[in-house]
């Protein structure tokens, strides 16, 4: 198992236990143009979609793996000003790309083992895609 794979499990555990109230940073140590660590987040403003994908229910959590062509949680909640985080445990290639065409994340190509981290500075529900796989879907909604 990898050193990235192992830090990322114990990571979150972690939060599991603390029932996600645990920031969660990005270790990656092999960093290349295509993963954004925490001290290189995008710190865009979010305007509000108006979108809630319905019926389905959100995970408290600031962490998102993307394995099995799905992103895990697909839908979280976290207060305004959190870093959200997605790290790609798939052997295929993902995005994390805003659907609404406003400002949001985006990741651009993220390989096996990389992460991106995007911070949203504003109330509402944001939905995003991977570019690549259109059917996986997310959504982020942010709170007071």
């Known amino acids: 198992m990898s ?24 270790h990656n140590s092999n960093k ?3 993963s954004t660590s925490m001290n ?7 305007k509000n979609s108006g979108n809630s994908n319905g019926g ?3 995970t408290a959590t600031n962490s998102v793996t993307i394995q099995g062509f ?7 909640t976290v207060k305004k000003g959190t ?3 997605w790290t790609n445990q798939d052997s295929a290639t993902h995005t994390v790309t805003e659907t609404d065409g406003k400002t949001g994340p985006d990741s651009g190509d993220l390989a096996n083992g990389k992460s991106y981290s995007f911070t949203y500075d504003t109330v509402g529900t944001f939905k995003y ?16």
């Open 3 to 26: 050193r990235n794979v192992i830090i990322v499990v114990v990571l979150a555990v972690a939060v599991l236990a603390t029932g996600g109230a645990l920031l969660v940073a990005n």
């Open 32 to 34: 290349d143009s295509s």
């Open 40 to 46: 290189g987040m995008n710190m865009g403003t979010q």
């Open 56 to 58: 389905s229910t959100a």
């Open 70 to 76: 799905a992103f895990s949680p697909a839908d979280v």
């Open 83 to 85: 870093t959200v985080t």
């Open 129 to 144: 895609h991977c570019a690549i796989h259109p059917s996986m879907t997310g959504t982020v909604t942010v709170t007071e």
